[in-house]
């Protein structure tokens, strides 16, 4: 996967969802059910089970029913509307299959067999789904939805199948607590700037994760700057960091090769460890540095946005990437990418951000969008002086006064 497809800066069409509204306003989902219908059918289910005495603890799972009874997901069943191209059958709601995934995720639970299962045992999950006790979805309906949130087709699904790719070992160069990976090109972040500023009026692409952002924006982020959680839109103070995501897939593969299994080495029957490509269930998950934990992790980095000037450090926007990217590399294109996102209504007017974003072309990113740098010079760089720094910390004590009180 090359970069510019990996963290979509081109200038692809964003990929609309095809279908029109005359094609799409029949679909009648089973369980539908409009937010405030869900909050009742909850309420007097909840109350129907404990009266029935079959919740033992209600206040065990106070915290997924408050979440959950909140998050209004409305907005995702509009998104998805285009991809129920002529059903031929009745499909289950969108939103009660997103919801249960959710509630799944916080259980803790990563098998979605297994959670089919638990949905069967314990009625409190299938309700806060917003599943009737009796009737729930299958584990094909929860995959089936999944590849709708993605738009992969049976095709594509194919062609990722049967994708190979040379087995990497973990890297044996271990860093010190805190260090970084550098990037391997040096040059990569001027590229991604320039590139950047030269389509600043373009619209963003986010290839096949555009239903899950825009569901994000529209669901959390809008709602949550609605509540004032977000601090002042206008002077939004944003804060950016990576960090790694392990994969729960094997980082050795599937050999597919017609190699024997075993060979003869110095008379001995030794595992053949050939160099053939191999498969792998997760394609894209590699091998990247986690400064933090110091350890090499087998998975992808992902780079986070949060409202800083808000008590709670709520996400504005996430970026996922293969795990050897560096922060610096995601920061450009998570700011370009947050800010066409948001639209006018927001303005970034301040970043602040770890010594490994110190770089001259962040800097003019930056500052070419009106946005204040709040960066600690990183020791390790050379030119601090004689670059012409635009404004970050060291030099501008008053202004990280300024920004402490408004924290
Ligand atoms: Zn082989």
Not at 28 to 57: C, G, R, T, Y
Request: hydrophobic share 40%.
């Amino acid at each position: 996967m090359s970069l510019a497809h990996e963290l979509t800066i081109d200038n692809r069409a964003a990929l609309a969802p095809p279908a029109s509204s005359s094609q799409v306003a029949t679909v009648q989902f089973k369980n539908h059910m409009p937010h405030d219908q869900f909050q009742e059918f909850v309420k007097k289910q909840l109350i129907k089970l404990f009266f029935a005495k079959e919740i033992i603890s209600i206040v065990r799972l106070a915290p997924f029913i408050a979440r959950l009874f909140l998050l209004n997901l409305d907005p995702l069943r509009e998104l998805l509307l285009p991809t129920y191209r002529q059903p031929n059958h009745q499909p289950t709601d969108p939103v009660a299959l997103f919801r249960s995934l959710l509630l799944m995720t916080m259980v803790k639970e990563t098998s979605i067999t297994k959670w089919v299962e638990r949905l069967k045992d314990n009625k409190v999950y299938a309700i806060l789904s917003g599943f009737e006790p009796g009737d729930l979805p299958g584990v094909g309906t929860f995959y089936d939805f999944l590849d709708r949130l993605v738009f992969a087709d049976r095709e594509e699904k194919r062609r990722q199948r049967n994708r190979r790719k040379k087995f990497r070992r973990k890297p044996a160069k271990r860093l010190k607590k805190n260090e970084k990976l550098p990037p391997k090109h040096p040059d990569i972040v001027n590229k991604i700037v320039k590139r950047i500023l030269k389509n600043r009026h373009q619209a963003p692409y986010l290839g096949k994760y555009d239903i899950l952002y825009q569901f994000f924006i529209y669901c959390i982020v809008q709602h949550s700057a609605q509540l004032g959680l977000l601090g002042d839109l206008q002077d939004l103070i944003v804060s950016g960091d990576g960090t790694h995501v392990r994969t729960g897939a094997s980082s050795y593969g599937r050999k597919v090769c017609a190699c024997p299994k075993f060979i003869i080495r110095d008379g001995k029957k030794v595992f053949n460890q050939c160099g053939c490509a191999r498969k792998f269930s997760d394609f894209h998950a590699a091998w990247g540095w986690d400064s933090y934990r110091e350890q090499y992790i087998f998975g992808y980095a992902f780079y986070e946005l949060t409202a800083a000037a808000s008590p709670f450090d709520l996400p504005i926007f996430f970026l996922q990437a293969q795990a050897q990217r560096h922060d610096s590399v995601l920061a450009p294109i998570a700011f370009d990418l947050t800010r066409k996102r948001l639209g006018e209504q927001y303005h970034l007017t301040k970043f602040l951000a770890d010594s490994a974003h110190d770089n001259l072309a962040t800097y003019k990113l930056l500052h070419e969008f009106s946005c204040e740098p709040f960066i600690p010079l990183n020791e390790k760089n050379k030119g601090h002086l004689s670059e012409g720094k635009l404004a970050p910390v060291h030099k501008n004590p008053t202004r990280l006064a300024a920004l402490a009180r408004h924290l």
